[in-house]
């Protein structure tokens, strides 16, 4: 699938700080870029067991209701020592209010009542392209690196704060949203996508 310039393209995704971060991503490509919740399209009740999974069930949702390219993105954050959650259910742990600071006080209390000493930890996110017939492309992108508590920096949204990539020593709560777009899994992820799919 390859989007041409002046391409709508909706945004399957409710979570604001994910839509600035990918309308910003895709600003330079020239596509028209639409939000789900502006088009008002339902989210889908995320029902599969991996990222890929539900990215792909995302874009195919708000592909096919509103005839139009559509793209999702499933992201999470998994800890080593806590066999890889929160993983898919990183947003969940953050409550209905969608309050990252219980979710990051949660991850530090499991940590702490596991006796962990290895803190590491890897963000990963598949971006899902879906066309309007319901066919669909994925691109991965992880980054690695580890946790640290109290939770660091007001930048970025989820859980940036307590996240430290491999060779830095600022959380992505702390470095400005350029650099992250730069190395981030949402931005490996990204670049896949460029490469197969934007003009």
């Known amino acids: 699938m390859k989007l041409a310039r002046g391409t709508v393209l909706v945004l399957a995704s409710h979570n604001r700080g994910k839509a600035r971060e990918i309308t910003e991503l895709v600003a330079p490509y020239g596509l028209l870029v639409r939000g789900a919740g502006e088009l008002g399209l339902a989210e889908p009740e995320e029902t599969s067991s991996s990222f890929a999974e539900n990215a792909a069930l995302k874009a195919r949702a708000a592909a096919l209701a509103s005839g139009v390219f559509a793209l999702a993105d499933d992201s999470g954050l998994n800890v080593e020592a806590l066999d890889g959650a929160p993983g898919i259910y990183s947003a969940r742990w953050a409550g209905p209010d969608k309050d990252f600071s219980l979710a990051m006080a949660r991850v530090e209390r499991e940590l702490k009542e596991a006796g962990a000493k ?30 640290v508590f109290p939770p660091r920096g007001n930048n970025g949204f989820g859980y940036d704060p307590i996240f430290v990539a491999d060779g830095m020593s600022e959380t992505f709560g702390e470095i400005a949203a350029a650099l992250k777009h730069a190395i981030s899994h949402r931005a490996r992820a990204f670049a896949k996508f460029a490469v197969s799919a934007l003009p």
Not at 133 to 138: C, K, M, N, Q, R
């Open 118 to 147: 290895n803190f590491s930890a890897a963000f990963v996110c598949v971006l899902a392209l879906a066309s309007p017939s319901g066919e669909v492309a994925l691109f991965e992108g992880r980054v690695h690196g580890s946790l």
